[in-house]
């Protein structure tokens, strides 16, 4: 990002095939921008099970069954392997 005022935004999931989706946009002065579309993964790479993903700003938390462990996905870090 070349502009300290802009900042990123994740969009997560869809319907179907793009479930596990993730936009990741970057903000402008009238709205946003897609900067790169990939699909969200375990952090060992694997596909995501059932869930429930909670977001703010530009992080997405991703609770998996059995619902004890939590992954933080981080527009303003680096990715899990899905990035």
Known sequence: MSSPD????VFFGGYGGDAVRLVVCATTG???EP???T???RPDGGRLGRRHV???DERV???EEPYSEWYVL???AT???AL
């Open 74 to 76: 981080d527009a303003g």
């Open 39 to 41: 699909r969200a993964v």
């Open 54 to 56: 909670v977001s703010r």
């Open 61 to 63: 938390y991703v609770l």
């Open 6 to 9: 802009r900042r990123r935004i």
């Open 79 to 81: 990715f899990p392997a």
């Open 30 to 32: 009238s709205g946003v």
């Open 35 to 37: 900067v790169r579309t």
